[in-house]
């Protein structure tokens, strides 16, 4: 039995640094498989020009298996034969080698802005193309190296510009998050409408699980109740959102959830008190936002208000502790004011906006002080904020 190593795809983001792969993106190395059987298959044909037919077993003869060994995932796409033939001189795996050498070229291409059009691939690959690297996010790439060592890295930019580049003018398919209002449940027709926050409204498709946990949604609901939807959504050239065409996990919100309460404050207009407030900037509800998802514990949400001076205040009330956290964009400063109602004590203090090492510790202090409903530890000065 005769074993190669076509492609070594090295998936490099903090997803993958204790060497473990998500099962979601298995889908993505599933698509490899196709666009080499596709490229071997375009390329027997162009060789074999008086033939009707692709040979019988042909695909068969070319099932890619993966295996890994250590890095931050590298997963290794190896053809297995049965046959002992010499080395090198078994024509699967040298129609393997092209088609994966074939596609590199394209990446490389792509990735390096050659001038001219890049090397032709079937249109049969460019579905399963358009699968691979679906999965990545912002921050994450996969490296490749061909046997004439052309080496490139797909990224989600890449890959964009990858599917821009074939022919004809079709939507992109990314995998995507997003949270929008749920406008209606059509069971029947497993769709259900979102308004996004720009206010279009699209459609997602949904299954019959999601159908069945939707009933419990009220018809007085629709327009107003949030959810945080992933799965795949379909683009167009300029990156707006078309459709979801497959939801993976659909969660309905609490009123109280931030991410609901920062969307809604995404949407204040300028001058929303009286003329005179001005609205939060993204950048800085993006920092809040991020900052909550890392320190929050359980339902505890805060209630948010905006500032007249464009800054955010979050707000608990945590058994009989009153806790106010500010973010004044002004002063670049994060404001911790907490008044023990039963002692009538108050614990104050200030914090740079952007210094992460202290504003971790401020995000640690509140963790704790969630944990303990509402207790401020005598030992809270460890944590480097008061």
């Known amino acids: 039995m ?5 492609l070594e795809p090295h998936f490099e983001g903090r997803r993958f640094r204790n060497q473990t792969l998500p099962f979601a993106l298995l889908r993505d190395l599933e698509a490899l498989q196709g666009i080499i059987l596709e490229i071997a298959k375009s390329d027997y044909k162009q060789s074999h020009p ?27 796409v190896a053809l297995i034969t049965d046959d002992a033939l010499l080395e090198g001189c078994d024509p699967r795996m040298q129609r393997a080698r092209s088609a994966c050498d074939r596609f590199l070229e394209v990446l490389a291409h792509v990735q390096e802005q050659r001038q001219g059009p890049p090397p032709s691939l079937p249109d049969t690959a460019w579905p399963y193309v358009e699968k691979f690297g679906r999965g990545l996010h912002q921050d994450e790439g996969i490296r490749m190296a061909s046997t004439k060592s052309v080496e490139v ?15 004809g003018s079709k939507p992109l398919t990314e995998e995507i998050e ?13 769709l259900m409408p979102i308004e996004l926050k720009d206010g279009r409204v699209i459609l997602c ?18 327009g107003e109740r949030w959810a945080l939807i992933s799965g795949i959504g379909m683009l167009d050239t300029s990156q707006q959102l078309l459709r979801l065409e497959e939801a993976d996990s659909i969660e309905l ?46 339902e505890q949400f805060p209630r948010l208000y905006p500032t007249p001076e ?13 806790l106010s956290i500010e973010f004044v964009p002004g002063s670049n400063t994060v404001q911790w004011h907490a008044m023990d109602l039963d002692r009538n004590t108050v614990e104050e203090d200030t914090v740079p906006l952007h210094d992460a090492e202290k504003l971790q510790a401020l995000g640690k202090k509140l963790e704790a002080v969630l944990a303990d409903g509402g207790n401020l530890r005598a030992d809270s000065q460890e944590a480097g904020v008061i």
Do not use: C, M, Y
Not at 178 to 190: L, Q
Not at 205 to 222: C, E, K, S, Y
Not at 253 to 281: F, N, T
């Open 310 to 322: 464009g800054g955010v205040e979050a707000e608990w009330l945590i058994g009989r502790l009153d």
């Open 153 to 167: 890295r797909l990224t989600r930019e890449i890959r964009r510009e990858l599917l821009l580049s074939r022919p």
């Open 2 to 6: 005769s074993r190669e190593i076509l």
């Open 50 to 76: 008086n033939r009707q037919r692709i040979p019988r077993g042909f695909s068969g003869q070319l099932e890619l298996h993966l295996s890994t060994r250590g890095g931050s995932f590298v997963a290794e």
């Open 253 to 298: 919100l609490d009123p109280l959830d931030p991410i609901v309460q920062i969307e809604q404050l995404r949407q204040l207009p300028a001058g929303w008190l009286d003329g005179q407030g001005v609205p939060p900037s993204g950048q800085l509800l993006d920092q809040i936002s991020a900052w909550l998802e890392s320190h929050l514990r359980g």
């Open 205 to 222: 498709v949904i299954n019959d699980q999601q159908v069945a946990d939707l009933r419990d949604v009220r018809v007085g609901d629709f």
């Open 178 to 190: 997003v949270v929008a209002k749920v406008v209606d449940v059509r069971p029947r027709d497993h």
